[in-house]
């Protein structure tokens, strides 16, 4: 079955340091893969997608990912971390399932995201 | 802009009770979804729709019914809420083109506890 892994539960970064969030994903092929925000008390807000094309994806604030197909990898990046990116940031992959309007997505467990003054 | 709005956004309610969870949304999104959120587990989905009128089952559809009579709205329902179904819920709605490029827009959530 499909799956999306965000190996760590927190991560802590000092404002100003860069920032990494890691996920994988399992299934063979082209994937179709999200990154998610979510801030305290709030619905998750869409972040930037992977779809095709350039490896290194562009987002909201500043974020970026980079897609590794031999390491079936899709890490989120900023290059310098603010206070105000603290959240918790979750992972996605599509699931086909057959049918052209029922892709569902597969999401990761979430991983929090602590930006230290 | 309100997007998608859900109601309410607290209930507490005791087992066997029911309730009844409200989704809007202004977008004239064709899918519609409700998922729940749990610690260290993501979100899972619960049941979705891909037009007024029709229904589907997600990932974890036991306890549950849902309705989507208009276009707008997407209701689910706990008809004899356990203690295993305290979580937070996610309402969310796409465009029929996005179902497969993953945008979503996601409610604030509602918060439910059973007691």
């Known amino acids: 079955a499909q799956s999306v892994a965000q190996p760590e539960d927190q991560v802590n970064v000092a404002e100003g340091n860069p920032l990494t969030v890691k996920c994988t994903y399992s299934?063979?092929?082209?994937?179709?893969l999200f990154w998610y925000v979510q801030y305290p008390n709030r619905g998750l807000q869409f972040l930037l997608k992977y779809i095709t094309g350039d490896n290194l994806v562009k987002g909201s604030y500043g974020f970026e990912a980079e897609f590794n197909k031999s390491q079936t990898s899709f890490h989120l990046k900023k290059p310098s971390a603010l206070v105000s990116d603290s959240a918790l940031y979750f992972c996605?992959?599509?699931?086909?399932?057959?049918?052209?309007?029922?892709?569902?997505?597969?999401w990761g467990a979430g991983t929090k995201l602590i930006i230290k003054p | 802009n309100a997007g998608v709005t859900q109601t309410p956004k607290f209930r507490v309610l005791k087992t066997g009770q029911s309730m009844t969870l409200l989704c809007a949304q202004d977008?004239?999104?064709?899918?519609m979804y409700w998922y729940r959120q749990d610690p260290g587990m993501g979100l899972r989905l619960i049941h979705y729709s891909v037009g007024e009128g029709t229904t589907a089952k997600g990932e974890v559809p036991d306890g549950y019914n849902v309705s989507r009579l208009k276009k707008q709205n997407f209701l689910l329902g706990l008809e004899s809420a356990a203690p295993s179904q305290t979580s937070v819920y996610f309402c969310?709605?796409?465009?029929?083109?996005?179902?497969?490029?993953?945008?979503?827009?996601f409610g604030e959530g509602s918060r439910l506890t059973v007691l």
């Open positions: 299934v063979s092929g082209n994937p179709y």
């Open positions: 977008m004239n999104h064709e899918y």
């Open positions: 969310a709605s796409s465009y029929r083109t996005s179902g497969r490029t993953g945008e979503l827009f």
């Open positions: 996605a992959e599509v699931q086909t399932q057959g049918v052209d309007s029922n892709y569902q997505l597969i």
